[in-house]
Antibody, heavy 119, light 108 residues
């Protein structure tokens, strides 16, 4: 059974940093691109970032709203994807979902971790 | 950048009725890049349809997708109680993923 489990969310002040982790089991982790998608309270879905597999050089992409502040990375030996979030803003408050990218869609989702940016 | 618009914002229907949800792209897109998800309150989204019309694994055949160019449709032939949820369309292009704002299907 495939499991995707996010962790690391919590309450953080504006301007501070937080690192999210996404632990994956039940699939050949290294073969897939992984993503972060977020959802602000009561709002829709927003793609945040993806990281390709090592086969594709581990290339990364970011939404304009987080580029330069967030960094995605992966540790294939630990089967973990990270999202380092710096210079956090109140508008970054959201549930952050870790997802597997299958070609060009998200077929497996974790249950999400809530990040609240507030003073 | 492609912008996706979904209509209606809310669809109020009764169980057993047919639901027709629209997703319109700001410019013509490939059908192979149009996807639909379902999200229930407190849950993560679930993949329903990819390539505009292909059902994901385990998705009942009452869910159908169609469309091309700029206009795409998700149809639920007969609403079951578990189908009342929010539905999002999504597009991938130029290394960017875009979601529509969603259509909420609620019980009339």
């Amino acid at each position: 059974e495939v499991q995707v489990v996010e962790s690391g969310g919590g309450l953080v002040q504006p301007g501070r940093s937080l690192r999210l982790s996404c632990s994956v089991s039940g699939l050949t982790f290294g073969d897939y691109a992984m993503n972060w998608v977020r959802q602000a309270p009561g709002k829709g879905l927003e793609w945040v970032s993806f990281i390709r597999s090592r086969t594709y050089g581990g290339a990364t992409e970011y939404a304009a709203s987080v580029r330069g502040r967030f960094t995605i990375s992966r540790d294939d030996s630990k089967r973990i994807v990270y999202l380092q979030m710096n210079s956090l803003k109140t508008e970054d408050t959201a549930v952050y979902y870790c997802t597997r990218l299958q070609r060009d869609y998200f077929d497996i989702w974790g249950q999400g971790t809530l990040v609240t940016v507030s003073s | 950048e492609i912008v996706l618009t979904q209509s209606p914002g809310t669809l109020s229907l009764s169980p057993g009725e047919r639901a027709t949800l629209s997703c319109r792209a700001s410019q013509s897109i490939s059908s192979s890049n149009l996807v639909w998800y379902q999200q229930k309150p407190g849950q993560a989204p679930r993949l329903l349809i990819y390539d505009a019309s292909s059902r994901a694994t385990g998705i009942p055949d009452r869910f159908g997708g169609s469309g091309s160019g700029t206009d795409f449709t998700l149809t639920i032939s007969r609403l079951e109680p578990e189908d009342f949820a929010v539905y999002y369309c999504q597009h991938y292009g130029n290394s960017l993923f875009t979601f529509g704002p969603g259509t909420k299907v609620d019980i009339k």
